[in-house]
């Protein structure tokens, strides 16, 4: 059974960082991608990055490009989501999930290619 746990949320002033963690298990590694999304209040859930375990190739939304970082650890099986210059407006409820090898990259992050979800995880930018 797949298993998506996120952690590293919490609350950061403007401009500050976060590194949020998506550890897997219960898959095979490098026949998936992980993407992350996040959904803040009242809005609709976003597609802001993927990475393919097999070959490491990324993708970003415009909302963050530039300023997150995703990256992968092979002997951990743990995705990682470096936040940088964080806005208020990137406050949200942050999942990662399970995705086919052909999801990641493809131009567009797009919740409905994926499966398996985590429970997601809550970061607020505030002052």
């Known amino acids: 059974q797949v298993q998506l746990v996120e952690s590293g949320g919490g609350l950061v002033q403007p401009g500050g960082s976060l590194r949020l963690s998506c550890a897997a298990s219960?898959?095979?590694?490098?026949?998936?991608?992980i993407g992350w999304f996040r959904q803040a209040p009242g809005k609709e859930r976003e597609g802001i990055s993927c990475?393919?375990?097999?070959?490491?190739?990324?993708d970003y939304s415009d909302s963050v490009k530039g300023r997150f970082t995703i990256s992968r650890d092979n002997a951990k099986h743990t995705v990682y989501l470096q936040m940088n210059s964080l806005k208020p407006e990137d406050t949200a409820v942050y999942y990662c999930?399970?995705?086919?090898?052909?999801?990641?990259?493809?131009?567009?992050?797009?919740?409905?290619?994926?499966?398996?979800w985590g429970q997601g995880t809550q970061v607020t930018v505030s002052s």
């Open positions: 219960g898959l095979i590694w490098r026949f998936h991608a």
């Open positions: 999930a399970r995705g086919p090898l052909w999801a990641c990259p493809s131009g567009s992050i797009k919740e409905n290619e994926y499966d398996s």
């Open positions: 990475i393919s375990l097999s070959n490491g190739r990324t």
